[in-house]
């Protein structure tokens, strides 16, 4: 186990080594000019010069895309004399549109993604895996039938969508809400919460639909198994052969999809933030791209891949925990 | 003959399912007794109907879609009319059950052991851990799986098929139920594993006295554990017999094709079986009357009887056999004979 996941973890380091080496390259051939971005409309060519220099774009790609791995590792330092700065390890670059490290915007931001895919992820496992069993235990009757309906609409709606009618009709129509605007949960719990919770919904009611489909097929296809029917000839009841031969069986893949789902979710739920206006690394992203910030960019895609990949190791690993039989290889 | 102790009496036992295609007639009016300490063997081919008769008995089948009338009668319990929870504490108890495919009967979450212990505690529950951990082993040296005490903790894939077959007889057998249901135990086996579990099954009756309902396709596994038989096609008993009479004197047509269909070594066609001709019906769609005529080389000779009039159980040949055929009791006697061994 322990030779397991020392390889598993080898293997996803090479892996985020290729994303950074592939993102890097990939944005750098873009046709813009990082320095020309750093100073504004009416910029003289000395400024830009001097960025150029400043800021490390001058060298060849190689060399700049090693400082900037280095700069991962030991932080980073721009300019020199008077006007020199740094960014700290674990630095991803320094964003030349909102003057300031890539880390620190990322810190900034992640909180707001982190607080809305947890919440989201919550509720929409609730939902998901509460109406899927719902919908198994009656199955063919209207409960069933209903949860059917909900999957079809839910796994078809897109998210600006459903966003935007959500926005549109809590806030505007009936009011029921004010409109959104984020605060830290430490500094104002209710505004926090008044911020977070038509969010959250949005998420959670388009993810759950596949879950409930999930759940349903999972646990319906669990009760045809030999195993269960073993189980009810034991004399247990039904509630132990649901949770102990059904759902067991069932929440096998639930939970694998669950954790990637959620991974990619932490990269930034780019379009639910910007529906929702919440500062997130969607949003950061977002902002990234229409202003062409080359290094947020690449930041922001860096961290979504290590959560990615993370999710994938920490995935494999508890499904040896998960299903013994996949344990012994 | 040996005083008899019915433990399980069934009636009438008709089951039938709801489907997109039609209601399918599974098992039709079929009723039989098993006695304590004995073996009754239930023989068909696929689709005759024989384990959704045995599962029926406890009524594992699908609630929603399958209709059930008859009796069941366990100790003087009609299990058809029982309540869920009285099933509860009849299912594992008083009646147990060995399935077919020991490959995936067993829970692949939990380990063998507390599956054995699952059995137990369900209908012992103030028994105490040492005492559920002390049966466990008991139970996993009487079906012979070697080192118990560390085995137990094992999880099911770590097993060979006959090896997990010993452990779904440990839990249907850990609460000494007075009836086992055999369905098809060993068809999914290697046939040396096949006697062994045979053998297991056998010694375990000796020493507890259950009685055995053993279903199978295989007319050799009945030749070896059954007492009495009863031969099932569409969803209906068409003989019920001593074993070494069925095997001495068969008295249904279906019997004979069957009987036919067994190789033997001293057999003067050898490497030629004889098959019966056409396939099973659809239980969708019975043929009318005895729903073997489409089937049967004798049809002809009973002026259309057969094609109109379902024939009902009577004794034909030897004593303690009956048949559900249309022939005259001469005229199946004479065959059967030519084609017993």
């Keep these: ?329 | 003959m040996e005083a008899s102790h019915p433990v399980l009496i069934v009636e009438n036992l008709s089951v039938s399912f709801e489907t997109p295609d039609g209601i399918v007639h599974a098992v039709n009016d079929v009723s039989f007794v098993l006695h304590r300490g004995k073996t009754l063997g239930i023989v068909g081919e696929s689709g005759s109907g024989k384990s959704v008769t045995a599962s029926s008995l406890m009524r594992l089948n699908n609630s929603v879609t399958a209709t059930t009338s008859g009796s069941v009668q366990v100790s003087g319990k009609d299990l058809m009319a029982a309540s869920d929870d009285e099933l509860r504490q009849i299912r594992g108890s008083e009646i147990a059950m060995v399935f077919q495919d020991p490959m995936s009967a067993l829970n692949p979450y939990y380990t063998v052991g507390a599956q054995i212990a699952e059995a137990y505690e369900v209908h012992h529950p103030n028994a105490s851990k040492s005492e559920v951990q002390m049966k466990v082993i008991d139970m996993m040296t009487k079906v012979g799986i070697p080192n118990p005490e560390q085995r137990s903790k094992d999880y099911p894939h770590q097993f060979s098929g006959g090896m997990r077959q010993r452990i779904v007889i440990a839990i249907a057998l850990v609460n000494d139920p007075k009836i086992l249901i055999a369905d098809e135990p060993t068809t999914a086996l290697d046939v040396t594993v096949q006697a062994q579990i045979l053998d297991l099954m056998l010694s375990l009756q000796a020493e507890n006295g259950m009685a055995i309902l053993l279903i199978t396709h295989d007319l050799g596994v009945i030749a070896e554990v059954a007492r009495d038989v009863l031969v099932m096609y569409a969803g209906r008993v068409v003989e019920k017999a001593d074993v070494e009479d069925l095997f001495e004197i068969p008295t249904h047509p279906y019997s004979w094709g069957l009987l036919g269909a067994v190789s033997s070594l001293d057999d003067s066609h050898r490497g030629q079986l004889k098959t019966i001709e056409g396939a099973p019906p659809s239980l969708l769609n019975l043929p009318t009357g005895c729903a073997f005529h489409p089937r049967c080389t004798y049809s002809s000779e009973n002026n259309g009887q057969c094609e109109t009039l379902v024939p009902s159980l009577m004794q034909k040949g030897p004593e303690h056999s009956s048949s559900a055929c249309h022939l005259q009791s001469a005229r199946v006697v004479q065959i059967g004979r030519e084609v017993g061994k």
């Excluded at chain 1, 939902?127 to 079809?152: E, Y």
């Excluded at chain 1, 959620?262 to 206006?277: H, M």
């Design chain 1, 1 to 329: 186990m322990f030779l397991f996941i020392t390889r598993r973890l080898f293997f996803a380091l090479l892996l985020l080594f290729a994303v950074s080496v592939v993102t890097y390259l990939l944005f750098s051939a873009l046709p813009v000019d990082p320095a020309a971005l750093t100073c504004g409309k009416n910029c003289k060519p000395e400024l830009i010069a001097a960025n150029r220099v400043r800021l490390g774009y001058d060298k060849p790609l190689v060399e700049q895309y090693w400082l900037f791995l280095k700069g991962i590792f030991v932080g980073r330092d721009y300019g020199m004399g008077q006007a020199a700065f740094s960014c700290p390890a674990p630095s991803l670059g320094y964003s030349f549109s909102q003057h300031e490290c890539v880390t620190t915007l990322i810190g900034k931001t992640f909180p707001v993604t982190a607080f809305l895919s947890i919440g989201a992820f919550i509720l929409w496992m609730f939902i998901g895996v509460g109406s899927g069993a719902i919908a198994a235990l009656n199955k063919g009757k209207w409960q069933d039938r209903l949860a059917n309906a909900f999957t079809a609409i839910g796994v078809s709606l897109p998210t600006f969508y459903v966003g935007l009618l959500v926005l549109f009709s809590v806030v505007i129509w009936l009011g029921i809400l004010p409109f959104p605007h984020y605060e830290s949960p430490l500094e104002d719990p209710v505004k926090f919460l008044n911020a977070m919770i038509l969010p959250w919904i949005t998420l959670a009611v388009l993810s759950a639909a596949s879950y409930t489909r999930l759940t349903r097929n999972g646990m319906l296809e669990a009760m045809n198994e030999d195993f269960v029917r073993l189980g009810v000839a034991k004399g247990l009841t039904r509630r132990v052969v649901l949770r102990k031969y059904v759902m067991r069986s069932a929440m096998v893949p639930i939970v694998t999809i669950a954790g990637l789902d959620f991974a990619a979710l932490l990269g930034g739920a780019i379009i639910t933030e910007s529906v929702f206006s919440l500062p997130g690394m969607g949003k950061l992203s977002i902002r990234a791209v229409v202003e062409s910030d080359l290094p947020v960019l690449v930041g922001t895609t860096m961290v979504a891949a290590v959560f990615i990949v993370l999710a994938n190791v920490i995935v494999d690993i508890s499904y040896g925990f998960l299903d013994p039989r996949v344990r012994e290889k």
